[in-house]
């Protein structure tokens, strides 16, 4: 099991940048508050340097993969520090990162989940503290790399490269998706080019999380359905009324601010089509549909008429454009195929076969070929795991590409809905069978043996329609007593006997062959698959040595590294020996999860962990047995774990709590009689993992209260853990921690969460682990701010912050077009703005009515500013920590409003389609407004 062997540093490195999300719909989901942490989720402020992140000049380029690399020993940098609690693994904050363009910033944060981490000196910081030495000493340890530097990079926090360290900032460089790594070197290996140079990214035995990022290009500008010779694509002039459905992103092409281009259907950059006027439209003479997403259908117009369209990108690039429609000539039919295609993924030149329909459609014309007519071709497979199809040009040739064994039903389809179908079936012929498995092994061990089917090119083949039989070759004309072999299918299992005939007892390094024979049964393709045919029979011969062991005990090993590079193991716990006699030894254990282990009525605090290797190993103290202490069998049964068994050692990685079973096993020969007797031992030993939690969050992370009425009573909040994951995993004992500011004073007062507490205010009521119950002091003012911490024993965290602001009584909504003064969006009953599609710009905020409570009676405010009196506590290198004397507000939308317009965090609004949508303007305490937005 990993180990690192490294400071005891404190949970700096698992706690991040906490940004508070409020539920958005549709295309406000980016939406986000001016949180308790600075910066944004969208980099809001870092183009334009108010933000705190600077970006890295110095961008690596270039993509490491595994292709053409190897891995090899390398040295581990750092020193011997205290040895901190067991570490179990490493997770992300962020799972996924999406950037709307490139030179974005966004951070992301690390947490290492330990196994009983006590968080009890844990200072809390109203932000993350940077001066401590034991957290630089943890943070060197945690590194950061990009499978695509071309995607995404890593930027500066002022700190560091962020390369390095529980914190990364990650940096949209181009269009497209990668994924990021956090990494805790773990098992002294290192990803080498092909020239033997190191590439800094994890190596599978390292502790790994990842995140996918996906960035989307900025678009300059949008043409629709017009040459370019760059892309190889011509104008399509084939739009016609009738069945077929127009998917309008294959005509549309995007020009990026890299100078770079790209067909809308090849980019992930989400463009809205409408058709700006259907009335018009109607009085053509035309009917037609044409979704958001680009698909159009005609239903009816005659040659010659137009279809007007608008295209507008998320960021608010806009173009129109014009349908011209053709008379409609679909496909009025296609002949039958007749072809009766039969592939052999055995013999190389039957993997495919080609098809050929040009000559069989027939259009309402008269003519033949698709080539004259406005219907598509369209091929698909019933089963595309035994054959799959591929269209060539446009549709009327295809090659269909074998699988696996079976038949499948190949169909074309035009617009009209004229179809022809063909059934391909595919065999696997085999011309040889070579043996996987071991040629040597021990009386009692089983041994597993598989038989791979070659084609005539050595290609693997699959099972498919072939028959093996499996058996023991006689020793002349009798039984071999020696081993038996049971088999499904392609995998046989060879069983030795406990006890070997023909063989000296006394001679340990004597063997004995056995024999194991498959004949494979196979369709004849010379004869049209319809009779079978055998390949000459296969052996395979194992050479098979008595086992005699006893005296056995089973160590767990973890594993830890020391100094500089090297690694060692240190023993977990010894299952020891149950007797040295010559009588069965076997007996069992079980570690129950967080019960520990269970022995003799006893327990003992030894726990197995998800996501661990686990090293176990048989050992003897009998000298005799100890060189043949390599024949004990393992067999490893549950449904959460995945194992690998060498000689005398085997190694598990559980993958979830579910119960495992492990067995080792191994044959004793009792001599004490005449006759010499095989004994076989078992040891089972029963381990139910813990699964640890790698999150937790609030059921209500933020709060909002006003100043209280009656100042000499205080307010009651209470936070409880919710979101567990994964879900009813372990968390521990948590340390709760609380920190207050007033509102007024510079300094701030914090303290750890006891019922006992005198400190400047006895903010704790009560606490247990699984909520703490918190008092507002009553005379804390607006502006004031309370954060609160759940450090658990596991090393995950959860913050929850309570806001003290004037207590908003409306919400006014403003509104700022084309760059004008900010002025009310409308009257009372009727906030109503409208935009042109475009040509104009909107940018919504807010101005609340407020009152508070001063000496027990109501003082009431009006237009005061969202968020006003935001106090910044702690450093600004990365993240902060704000208190607002009025309440922040969010901005969102229904999904019918998101297809026609998209509001971000900070309200402007751009245009996606005419139509009418509404936002939601919200404060913390939903208190909210409505303003209408008119597209024209």
């Known amino acids: 099991m990993k180990n690192q062997i490294i400071k005891k540093i404190m949970a700096y490195l698992l706690v991040g940048a906490m940004v508070i999300t409020t539920p958005m719909t549709a295309s406000a989901a980016e939406g986000i508050l001016p949180e308790a942490y600075g910066l944004d989720q969208s980099g809001a402020g870092a183009e334009n340097g108010e933000g705190s992140i600077k970006l890295d000049t110095n961008t690596s380029t270039g993509t490491s993969t595994s292709t053409n690399t190897s891995t090899q020993a390398t040295e581990i940098p750092g020193e011997v520090l205290d040895k901190i609690p067991q570490i179990l693994g490493i997770s992300l904050d962020q799972t996924t990162l999406a950037f709307d363009a490139p030179d974005q910033v966004k951070p992301i944060q690390a947490r290492v989940v330990f196994d009983d981490y006590d968080a009890g000196s844990e200072e809390m910081e109203w932000a993350d503290p940077i001066t401590l030495e034991q957290k630089k000493k943890i943070e060197d340890q945690i590194r950061w790399f990009s499978d695509d530097y071309n995607v995404a990079s890593f930027g500066s926090n002022e700190q560091n490269d962020t390369k390095t360290g529980s914190k990364a900032v990650v940096k949209s460089v181009s269009g497209g998706q990668t994924k990021i790594y956090a990494w805790i070197e773990a098992d002294g290996q290192v990803y080498t080019d092909g020239n033997g140079n190191p590439i800094a990214r994890p190596t599978p035995g390292d502790f790994i999380a990842e995140a996918t990022v996906t960035v989307k290009n900025t678009v300059a500008g949008i043409k629709f359905n017009v040459e370019d010779k760059d892309l190889d694509f011509k104008p399509f002039n084939k739009f016609a009324n009738g069945k077929r459905q127009y998917d309008l992103r294959k005509y549309t092409i995007l020009e990026y601010n890299d100078k770079t281009k790209e067909l809308a259907s090849s980019s992930n950059v989400n463009l809205t089509y409408s058709i700006p006027d259907a009335k018009a439209l109607k009085a053509k003479g035309v009917t037609a549909t044409l979704t958001e997403a680009g698909i159009l259908k005609i239903s009816k ?103 696996g064994v079976g038949t499948a039903k190949i169909t074309v389809k035009a617009s009209s809905g004229k179809s022809a179908a063909v059934t391909v079936t595919v065999h696997a012929t085999p011309f040889n069978v070579k043996f996987e498995g071991a040629n040597t092994g021990y009386s009692g061990q089983p041994i597993t043996l598989t038989a791979v089917l070659l084609g005539d090119k050595g290609q693997k083949l699959p099972l498919g329609t072939t028959k093996l039989k499996w058996e023991i070759a006689k020793i002349g004309t009798k039984k071999d007593a020696n081993a038996k072999v049971s088999a499904k299918k392609d995998v046989a299992t060879v069983t030795p006997a406990n006890l070997l005939t023909n063989i000296d007892l006394d001679n340990s390094n004597q063997t004995v062959d056995t024999t194991v024979n498959v004949t494979t049964t196979y369709k004849d393709p010379t004869q049209g698959y319809k009779k079978t045919k055998s390949l000459s029979v296969k052996s395979h011969t194992i050479a098979l040595k008595q086992s005699n062991v006893k005296d056995v005990s089973i160590d767990i090993f973890q594993r830890v590294q020391n100094e500089g590079k090297d690694h060692t193991y240190t023993t977990m716990y010894t299952m020891a020996k149950n007797n040295g006699k010559n009588t069965k030894e076997t007996w069992a254990i079980t570690f129950n999860g967080l019960k520990g282990l269970k022995i003799n009525g006893k327990t003992e605090d030894i726990k197995f962990y998800v996501g661990q290797k686990y090293f176990m190993e048989a050992k003897s103290s009998d000298s005799a047995s100890q060189n043949q202490i390599g024949s004990v069998a393992w067999t490893v049964s549950g449904k959460g774990v995945n194992y690998s068994a060498n000689a005398a050692q085997l190694t598990t990685d559980f993958t979830s709590n579910a119960k495992t079973t492990v067995k080792a096993s191994y044959i004793t020969i009792d001599r004490t009689k005449a006759k010499p007797k095989a004994i076989k031992n078992t040891k089972t030993i029963n381990i139910t993992p813990v699964q640890n939690a790698t999150s937790i969050t609030f059921a209500k992370p933020v709060v909002v209260k006003n100043p209280a009425k009656n100042t000499a009573k205080p307010q009651a909040v209470t936070f409880a853990i919710k979101d567990i994951v994964p879900k009813k995993a372990n968390y521990g004992d948590v340390n709760w921690k609380v920190m207050a500011f007033d509102g007024e004073n510079t300094s701030v007062f914090g303290m750890p969460a006891t019922n006992s507490t005198t400190v400047n205010n006895n903010l704790v009521a009560s606490q247990n682990n699984k909520s703490i119950k918190v008092n507002v002091p009553g005379n804390f003012k607006a502006g004031s701010v309370i954060k609160v911490g759940a450090y658990t024993q596991v090393g995950v965290v959860a913050y929850g912050y309570i806001y003290i602001t004037e207590q908003t009584t409306k919400v006014i909504p403003m509104a700022s077009k084309n760059g004008g003064e900010a002025k009310e969006a409308g009257t009372k009953k009727d906030n109503t703005q409208t935009m042109k599609l475009a040509e104009d710009t909107l940018k919504l905020s807010a101005k609340l009515d407020t009152k508070v409570f001063e000496d027990g009676k109501a003082v009431p405010y009006t237009g005061r500013e969202t968020a006003m009196g935001a106090t910044t506590l702690g450093s600004d290198t990365y993240s902060t920590t704000t208190a607002y004397q009025t309440e922040p507000v969010t901005y969102s939308l229904d999904k019918k409003s998101a297809l026609v317009v998209k509001v971000d965090a900070n309200g402007n609004v751009t245009p996606l389609k005419k139509g009418t949508a509404t936002v939601t303007i919200k404060t913390l305490s939903n208190k909210s407004a409505k303003v209408k937005i008119i597209v024209e």
């Open 301 to 403: 117009g005659d040659a010659n008429k137009t279809i007007d369209i608008d295209i507008v990108s998320e960021n608010g690039v806009h173009t129109s454009a014009q349908i011209t429609l053709v008379t409609p000539n679909p496909v009025t039919k296609i002949d039958k195929i007749t072809d009766k295609p039969i592939l052999d993924l055995g013999i190389e030149e039957k993997i495919t076969y080609d098809i050929d329909i040009s000559d069989k459609i027939t259009n309402k014309d008269g003519k033949k070929g698709i080539e004259a007519s406005t219907d598509e071709l369209i091929w698909s497979s019933n089963k595309p795991a035994i054959a799959d199809v591929q269209s060539e040009g446009d549709g009327e040739k295809a090659t269909i590409i074998a699988k």
